[in-house]
Structures are given as C-alpha cells and as structure tokens.
C-alpha cells in the first residue's frame, strides 16, 4: 500500500496538469493528520433524530489560530501554483477576512458567503471556494475519527451521518459484497443497501443500473439511477479506502467520472443536508491578548 503522500506523487506522474491542484491537495493530507483539531470536536451532540447528520446545527468553538494556519498552510500551496486563478487565491489580502466566519461558511456549504468572501479578497471565485472546501476538512477529519465507532447502524440515508455530504463514492467491501459510501467531506463510511440511490433514495431495481467504461480498472465501476439521473462511482476491494485516502481515490478515477457525464449522468451541487453550524471563537483570551 502506498502512502497519502506516495499516491499524491503518482496523480502527479499520471496528470500533470493538475500539480497546482495536488500540491493544494498535499498540504491537505499534513493538516488533515494534525491533532490540533480534535480540540474543536464538539462534546455530547450523539443522540440526534436518526436522519440528522451529527454536526447539524452544532454551535462549535474553533480557536482562530488553527483556522488561519489551515487556510496559511493551503494558501501557499496554491500560490506556488503557475495557475492565475489558483494563485489569486495566496494573493488575495487575508488580513480583511474573519477567518472564522469564513470557517463557517466553508463547513456550511455556503456558496454565496464563500463567492463574497473571494470578492472581498480578490481572489477568483472558483479557486476561492474549492480551497475553502477543502480547509474544512482538517476539522471534519477529526470529528471522523471521533465519531466513526459510535455512528448509528440505524443510519439509512444516502447523505454522510456526520458532515451531510453526498457520498464521493461506495465501496463494496470483502466476500460478502458489503456497501459502504464514502463521505469526500470527513472520510466517514456508512453502511447502505446494496440497491439504493444516495440522492433519490429509490429501490427500483428497474430505475438503478450499472455503467462499466471500457478502459476502466476492473475493479471499479459507475451505479446509475434513471429516477434522477444520478451517478455514483463505485470500487470493489478489500478493505475500503482509509479516511485520507477517500479524496485522493476520488481524483483518481476521472475517468469514471468523465464516463458518467458523457452519459449524462451528475452529482447534485447541493449538499445532501445543510448543516447551518454556528463558528464562534473558542480561546478569547488570545483575542485580548492580540489586540493590545
Ligand atoms: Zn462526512
Ligand atoms: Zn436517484
């Protein structure tokens, strides 16, 4: 098995095209691995209706030192690009910004705050918000590995338990063919029908289908689902993707991806539940220190 980091040099070798993307992606998988985070896990919110993912309206205290040097540590990253547009995003001035309530838009999905957000800071839009997606998950891949033993194996829906995203992708797990999505926000799995649409949630057997390119490996191929034009990709292995590994297995089957568009077939740009969580800061002692 190679490393997180071993696989972001191999994406390299294969797709050179998307360095500045993956040098983003690696500074990533250092702060995804960075115990810091932990201390942000809210306590005691485990006992919510059995469709509400976990994090839903949680109000969370994040200490604004850790949120700045996520989006520092990214940011450079993206500025080593020859990219302009990800590039903008380093040369864009953070000193206006509150971190946090970027923090908080990042982890709500909000598109519309995160597209001011870049105005404010001059930095292209797209590239903004795809950065800012991913400066939220350091956190989310915490609150993973805290809850990932605890989640509820009452949980049948086709959103993350935790974070409400769409799956990135099912794995199909060991001899007996066990399913399992894969959540691209925090790299939780969960359990889910063998038959099932994450996005519809239909069992029509006659509605779902199964796309397998041609080129693709063997182990992997594309559930459909003609009720609403939905696609998920899918691997079969042993053991499944680790939680770091999820956005770098994503990557690396576009092919799949390109097989299902071309098709037309998509994912939903919504996220499957919006979780309107609240940011506020956890350590105001710093905030006094600072502004002497
Ligand atoms: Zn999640
Ligand atoms: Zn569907």
Known sequence: ?????????????????????????????????????????PLGTLSQAST?????????????????????????????????QMASVRSASYAKLDVLRLFQAALNRDSEGLQEFASVAGADPDAFRAV????????????NRHWASSLPESWV??????????PAFADVRGIERARYFRCGGCGAAWQARCLFCPYCGTTDHEALGTLVPARSESNSAVDTCNGCRGYLKTFTTLQGSSPATVILDDLASVELDLAALERGYKRP????????????????????????
């Open 1 to 41: 098995m190679m490393s997180p980091l071993d696989r972001v040099k191999d994406l390299r070798r294969r797709y050179p095209e998307w360095t500045p993307w993956l040098a983003v992606i690696g500074a990533l998988l250092e702060e995804i691995e960075d115990p810091s985070w932990d201390a942000a896990v």
């Open 52 to 84: 509400v993912p976990l994090l839903a309206k949680a109000d969370l205290q994040v200490d604004e030192r850790a949120a700045s040097r996520t989006f520092e540590k990214l940011t450079r990253a993206a500025a080593r690009s020859s990219v302009p």
């Open 132 to 143: 800012a997606a991913l400066a939220a998950m350091p956190f989310l891949h915490a609150c």
């Open 157 to 166: 829906e086709g959103y993350c338990p935790i974070c409400g995203a769409w």
């Open 269 to 292: 740009s919504a996220a499957g539940y919006a979780l309107d969580v609240t940011v506020t800061e956890s350590n105001p002692v710093a905030v006094f220190a600072r502004s002497d």
